[in-house]
């Protein structure tokens, strides 16, 4: 079956722009994540979503990002104002619950903040 | 706060020379441990689990064991191939969590050569 998707694939932006990142997880699953690979910090868990529940925004690392999901779907990573520090590989995971469920990966939004 | 060390790399090795992974973990509660695997140009993709002290977990002749008395979770595997050339992530996830979410260590390339 079709795994999780992630749009766009690149994104290259300018300092200041805001930016929206995709991710369609896999059918039926009720828990979104959403993480951060960078070079500097490794890969940062940014936001859990789980159902209706209120999403767990503790890894989100300032204002300037948030993220909402759909229908208990589709999930958007919203950075505002990017700064050149937000260039990274974002990582979109989904999985059947919480705990020792695995979590399955889509291939990541590359974001360049020039 | 809960984190994970691994043994930096780059580890380059002959193949079917044997492999170890060093990573060590700090939990304050009771930690399900993984490895995941980015192999080039594809997403992460678990490669085992374990999910309680002493439990071994195994995969394409990959081995790692959760020793609880020495907080550790070290990758092995007998005879690498070149195939296995990735880079391979320790993580855990916290069971007193309501979220899942992995913290990650940093991340050791492992490059096989022929």
């Known amino acids: 079956g079709a795994g999780v998707s992630q749009s766009p694939s690149n994104k290259v932006t300018e300092k200041g722009k805001d930016v929206e990142l995709r991710c369609d997880p896999i059918?039926?699953?009720?828990?979104l994540y959403w993480y951060r690979q960078s070079l500097g910090q490794g890969l940062e868990f940014l936001i859990y979503?789980?159902?209706?529940?209120?999403?767990?925004k503790s890894g989100l690392p300032s204002d300037r990002f948030s993220a909402e999901r759909t229908g208990g779907s589709v999930s958007t990573l919203t950075i505002q104002r990017t700064q050149q520090e937000d260039s990274a590989v974002y990582l979109c995971?989904?999985?059947?619950?919480?705990?020792?469920?695995?979590?399955?990966f889509g291939p990541g939004t590359r974001l360049t903040v020039t | 706060g809960d984190s994970v060390t691994q043994m930096e790399g780059p580890v380059t090795l002959s193949e079917e020379a044997f492999l170890t992974i060093n990573c060590t973990y700090t939990?304050?509660?009771?930690?399900?441990l993984f490895w995941y695997v980015q192999y080039p140009g594809e997403g992460l993709q678990l490669l085992l689990k374990?999910?309680?002290?002493?439990d071994k977990g195994s995969n394409k002749g990959f081995e790692a064991t959760y020793r609880k008395e020495t907080t550790s979770f070290h990758l092995e595997k007998g005879s690498v191939q070149v195939s296995d050339s990735a880079v391979y992530f320790c993580?855990?996830?916290?069971?007193?969590?309501?979220?899942?979410?992995?913290?990650f260590g940093q991340g050791t390339t492992l490059q096989v050569k022929p």
């Open positions: 995971a989904s999985s059947l619950g919480t705990g020792v469920y695995e979590q399955y």
């Open positions: 059918s039926g699953h009720t828990a």
């Open positions: 979503f789980q159902g209706n529940s209120a999403p767990d």
């Open positions: 939990a304050t509660g009771y930690p399900s």
């Open positions: 374990a999910t309680k002290a002493d």
């Open positions: 993580a855990l996830s916290v069971r007193s969590s309501n979220t899942g979410k992995l913290i």
